[in-house]
Nanobody, 115 residues
């Protein structure tokens, strides 16, 4: 069953912004660390950003200073604010839990950065 639904992707020009959302229909959102991942054409899926239950965050070096991960536990929703987007950010973006409660991947949301 689908538990993770990503949305908010689209086509933007370099330097633009997008905010991605991930709605988690599972039962343990508030007690699990969460993360955003992405997979570009011809590349492996990689971790982009993570957030713990007490809102501590970590980012991949490639997105530090440009992306912000956050969570709204009351809405079971994870967000990724993406600013100053670059063509190399083009990928399908996915969300998931970290650690032992990792779920099957959702469909993801496509982000395309192009002029």
């Amino acid at each position: 069953q689908v538990q993770l639904v990503e949305s908010g992707g689209g086509l933007v020009q370099p330097g633009g912004s997008l905010r991605l959302s991930c709605v988690d229909s599972g039962s343990f959102f508030s007690i699990n660390a969460m993360g955003w991942y992405r997979q570009a054409p011809g590349k492996e899926r990689e971790s982009v950003a993570t957030i713990t239950t007490n809102a501590r965050t970590n980012y991949a070096d490639s997105v530090k200073g440009r992306f912000t991960i956050s969570r709204a536990n009351a809405r079971n929703t994870l967000y990724l604010q993406m600013n100053s987007l670059k063509p190399e950010d083009t990928a399908v973006y996915y969300c998931n839990t970290l650690g032992p409660n990792f779920r099957p991947w959702g469909q993801g949301t496509q982000v395309t950065v192009s002029s």
